[in-house]
């Protein structure tokens, strides 16, 4: 299994154009999410992550890309990438 600091030299090496690294990165967030979602159950407890911050919450319904989840302040529609067991 490559570090992603060789994966990261690879795609350097290669001189791949915009429009390709952004199949990239919707490839590599598809996978994030299609993992996720393999973990995923109605009634679990999850984090909802942010940049700054984690958000608990309880998954209320599971949709193909998004998941319902009921925070403190409100139900939200979060996408599978953001998700984290508590």
């Known amino acids: 299994m490559k570090t992603v600091a060789e994966i990261a030299r690879e795609i350097n090496s290669h001189n791949l154009s915009t429009q390709e690294l952004k199949g990239l990165i919707d490839s590599i967030q598809s ?3 299609g993992k996720a979602k393999a973990t995923l159950y109605i009634g679990q407890e999850v984090y909802v992550v942010q940049k700054t911050k984690r958000t608990l919450g309880v998954i209320e ?3 193909s890309t998004r ?3 009921q925070m403190p302040n409100g139900k939200y529609q979060v996408p599978m990438g953001m998700l984290e067991a508590a």
């Open 61 to 63: 319904k599971i949709n």
């Open 31 to 33: 996978m994030v999410a």
């Open 67 to 69: 998941c319902l989840v």
